[in-house]
């Protein structure tokens, strides 16, 4: 890609920025084939987020949910276990159209992660990273300022094929840039099959738990009559998997082999050395990406005003993301906590964190990786 050209900014209502060009709304959307017996989705109301609504199940997942394992949920209803990873009906049900009709493209970027583990700032920077020469840092239209990174990087999945809906891809310009948090296993057969790239961003799990606690009783107190879940029952929960996207350490450790199988495909980050080396991860991050940095740019602070646009202090004092929400129900607000490493101590108690680390030793010990 030369240095004029730019990624995509899809966003949910189409191009809100005077000076872009390249801005393109998001896919249309149609019904999902993936049955003929298609249903379409029910009224939601709008006392009830979207995101806890079981809306318009096909024939074909309802089918294939009776075969599988099941869960209470965190937030919505009941978890289902499919190619050993557990996720809500709504997810599930997006799961599978992804799988069935996403293309992916030999130049597609996709962000991926488990929940809770840095993805709105992965988000971000990637987003800045590729767009830096069409959106200096010093931009007051920059796309971050006005929009959320989750609508200028949608998720495939739950954002794309959501609610047995298929988008028309026709309007991005490439590269296309996607985030998702899809087990390696689970990623559509295009993906596995192309050159594209694949960036993968981990947290050590004691604070990838307590984050995703956090937000998961945000996304309960939406609810009508919704207590919260307990620290304890929640625990119980992740430390045997049955976690949204879980469970987590099978997760990471499909990116990880992957990772040292093909390096030039699959690049591994960890999020605490992201947070203490935040430079030297965002050069290497930009080297995978074949969008180097160039002496010049180091020299003139491009690098420094991206860190500093995407910062969680940046990104979780502008307006759009105290007050905006997405399509489905989650308040933009809901995605930033603290984003700090080792806050897990001040919730978790010596049990709980030797019994995660223990857990954490047994799983991926012999993989040399380690948190």
Partial sequence: MSAAESCPLPTENGCNTQSCNKIIAMPALEPCPLSDDHQPAEAVSDNVPKYLLEL???????????????????????????QGFWHTTRQLQAVLACRRHFQAEDSDILLVTTPKSGTTWLKAIVFALMNRDQYPNNNDLHPLLSENPH???????????????VGDFTTFTSPRLFGTHLPFVSLPDSVKNSPCKLVYLCRNPKDTFVSLWHFTNKLR????????????????????????????????LGYWKESLENPDRVLFLKYEDMKEQPKVQVLKLAKFLERPFLLEEETNGVLDGILKLCSFENLSNLEVNKTGKLASGENYKTFFRRGEVGDAKNHLTPQMIAKLDRITQEKLHGYGLKF
């Avoid at 199940?57 to 949920?73: M, R, Y």
Wanted: proline share 4%.
């Fill in 151 to 165: 609508v200028l990087v949608p998720f495939i999945e739950l954002g794309l094929y959501i609610d047995g809906q």
């Fill in 56 to 82: 318009g199940v096909t024939e074909e997942c309802k089918k294939l949910i009776l075969s599988l394992p099941i869960e209470k949920g965190w937030v919505a209803n009941h978890l289902h276990q499919y």
């Fill in 221 to 252: 107190t939406n609810g009508i009559g919704m207590g919260t879940n307990s620290l304890e029952a929640s625990f119980d929960k992740f430390t045997r998997g049955v976690s949204l996207y879980g469970p987590f350490w099978d997760h990471v």
